[in-house]
């Protein structure tokens, strides 16, 4: 991304924003193609959770994709983008079957993930197709809050509560058309991908009305230079090899689905702050920013390392700095790192931060939420204005 760029957005609409490279989404989605296109029968259903801007919605499903939803809301802004009812996969976890019964009387496909919740929905609605996401016992992704695919993990069907499930279906009050699997994300070794993959092909064998296979998200790409980063090569290749072992022995084709958030978005998003003093003391010098943890959660939450460049002295000295935010607790977003010399009112841009950033920012210190642009054929474009105090008073209510 040409720095020239950033900083033109940020002067012209302040700071903090976030800014999207459409470009950097659509060639993230060819890649992927490219790499699926051994696969035939596939697509690619992006997940809403990672950032769910309605221009960066249209634009996504403009480029071919699906959407993976999580809840009702995701699933309306979903259907207010144009995605065809078919083209959504809600994928709850817990939720009230209030809720389930909403999403299935809108058509969208409904992929449950407890025995108790489908017993609901076959008491409700009688025998339908519908999917189901399993948890497939294995333990996989970048750390422990997003590692959702192991024996003790709230999501999925248990493998042990596999056979009532086969017994529902046996008993002809629900058709399993599709198994899920998504194990976690930021997925770094590839032999976890691998485990997951033989397990939901082998679970599939008893499963005689599967038409799909979703495969999930976790793709995990590279947020530093050296970091790991998914064979995509790799993964094709075993999903592949169990795909045509199932198609031989079963006779018949099956569809598969992909549920990329991180792979699809995150390179593509810069999240630009400026530095507002920098403070020091005997052992360290802060750069206290515009913005904090409400805006940019990932590091707080999961340590997680975003890159951070000094657009305003890309080229300077490099110096070690501890980088804050302005929030009333422990607000880091790096400790001791190395950033080209820095003076106040500079410009820092995080990058990698397209996936999880916007979609996880919050009101706290009741701070406003920062505005989103994105460029999209060579111009800067808003796609949502920062937050004014009217937005945060915006239903409450005054008793007094
Ligand atoms: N499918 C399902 C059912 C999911 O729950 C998720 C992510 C995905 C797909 C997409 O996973 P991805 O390709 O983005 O790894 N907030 C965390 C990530 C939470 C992921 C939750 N589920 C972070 O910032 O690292």
Known sequence: MDIKILKEAALKFGTPIYLYDLKIIENQFDKLNKELSVLENYKIHFAAKSLSNISILKFIKNMGAGLDAVSIEEVMIGLKCGFNKDEI?????????????????????????????????????????ITVRINPGIYAGGNDNVSVGHSESKFGIPEERIDELLDMEKKGKIMIT?????????????????????????????????????????????????????????????????????????????????????????????????????????????????????????????????????????????????????????????????????????????????????????????????????IHNNKILKIRETQSLNDLLLGQIDIF
């Open 178 to 374: 599709g198994l899920h699997i998504h194990t976690g994300s930021d997925i770094t070794k590839n032999n976890q991908f691998k485990e997951g993959i033989k397990k939901i092909f082998s679970i599939a064998r008893d499963f005689k009305n599967i038409e799909s296979i979703d495969l999930g998200g976790g793709i995990k790409i590279p947020y530093y230079k050296n970091d790991t980063s998914t064979n995509l090569n790799d993964y094709v290749k075993e999903i592949s090899k169990e795909l045509k072992k199932f198609e031989l022995e079963f006779k018949k084709k099956l569809k598969l689905i992909f549920e990329p958030g991180k792979f699809l978005v995150s390179d593509c998003g810069f999240f630009i702050t400026k530095v507002n003093y920098i403070k020091s003391t005997k052992t360290k010098d802060f750069l206290q920013l515009d913005s904090g943890f409400n805006h940019l959660l990932r590091p707080t939450l999961y340590g997680s390392h975003h890159e951070i460049i000094n657009l305003s002295n890309p080229l300077g000295k490099k110096k070690e700095y501890d980088v804050v935010g302005y929030i009333c607790e422990k607000d880091t977003f790096a400790e001791k790192r190395k950033i080209s010399d820095t003076s106040k009112g500079d410009l820092l841009c995080f990058k990698n931060a397209g996936a999880y950033g916007f979609n996880m920012s919050n009101n706290y210190n009741s701070r406003l939420k920062p505005a989103e642009v994105c």
């Open 89 to 129: 996969l809600y994928t709850p976890n817990g939720v009230s079957f209030k809720e389930i019964k909403e999403v299935f009387k809108l058509g969208v496909k409904i992929n449950l993930d407890s025995i108790e919740s489908i017993k609901d929905f076959v008491n409700e609605f009688g025998n339908q197709s």
